[in-house]
């Protein structure tokens, strides 16, 4: 499917099909989800079927975790008229931080951060990030936001893979993705059938 073009009939998770797979080896992820962001539509359904569970829940706040989080948290929170938070990757905020380290789906240790001027108290946040594969970014990132006293109303991503993490994640707190029930086996298995008709 071209990146740019529109289906007459928009099903639910019809932008999954723009998903690029990976070409480069394996020390890259699977895919690359980001591609569908180059549809203007695919982007806009995509975040309605995000925030489709959430509508009746008070959000005041999006957080996005670094770095494709930020495209689509930034676009959730546009959407809801709700300002938006960056979790960032350590070393990269010049103000004081609350960190927490975590092991990444590489399985390497690293550490989140975000400012302490924002969370507190009675903030209600929706956690967003584009994929969740072992869950161990989120779950630092549910860590960080808890510790600070917001509370987490809900996780969102494209996807959530059933690793243990991501079942945690199902089974700790509300969450939504984009991936239709009958899909959900290609994302565990990581190899999408739309991948067999994927042109560069």
Known sequence: MDVLNVPADRHKGWYLSLMAPNTKGPTFAWLDPSRLYCNSQALADCV????????????????GIDAMGFILGASVATTLGK???AVRKAG?????TQNQN????????????????????GVRVLLVDQWIETGGTMKATIQLAERLGATV????????????????????????????EELQSQIDRKYLDSFKSFNN
């Open 48 to 63: 309605k079927d995000l925030l489709s569970p959430f509508h009746n829940d008070t959000i005041d706040l999006v957080i």
């Open 153 to 180: 109303v809900g996780v969102a991503a494209v996807a959530i893979e059933n690793t243990e993490g991501g079942k945690w994640i199902k089974e700790n707190y509300k969450f939504s993705h984009c991936i239709p």
């Open 102 to 121: 975590y092991t990444d789906y590489t399985g390497r240790e690293k550490t989140l951060e975000v400012r302490l001027d924002v969370l507190k108290p």
């Open 83 to 85: 300002g938006f938070l």
């Open 92 to 96: 990269h905020l010049c103000v004081t």
